[in-house]
């Protein structure tokens, strides 16, 4: 029986922006929509795929803003993306995978506000 690939094997920017968005969600979620951007802890390299990534898809109703010099990338939502997450199921869904991916992508990125 094959081992399942870990996350240090494996790198896929479609997972980070994923992570970004659920992170963002529980920043919201657990901060509230007054509390200003969620931050993440990224490196250049790192960003730079993301944002080679093709597929934007996770970051709709989302705004970056990559400061490479504090390796920090600040995500701002707005109204239709907050009112998305107002959802039980969807305020849940994102409650339950911020914990999973906060511990599987740490070594790729880091939510400093959630």
Do not use: C, Q, W
């Not at 790198?11 to 200003?36: C, K, P, Q, W």
């Amino acid at each position: 029986m094959e081992k399942p690939e870990t996350e240090l094997e494996v790198f896929s920017a479609l997972s980070l922006l994923e992570y970004v968005r659920l992170m963002t969600a529980a920043h919201y979620i657990n901060m509230g929509a007054d509390s200003g951007a969620a931050r993440f802890a990224i490196s250049p390299e790192d960003f730079a795929k993301m944002d080679a990534e093709p597929l934007k898809t996770p970051l709709i109703g989302l705004s970056l803003n990559y400061k490479p010099d504090e390796k920090i990338l600040e995500v701002t939502a707005d109204e239709a993306f907050l009112h998305l997450y107002e959802n039980k199921i969807m305020n849940e869904v994102a409650r339950v995978f911020a914990v999973n991916y906060k511990n599987r992508y740490a070594s790729r990125i880091m939510a400093e506000n959630v």
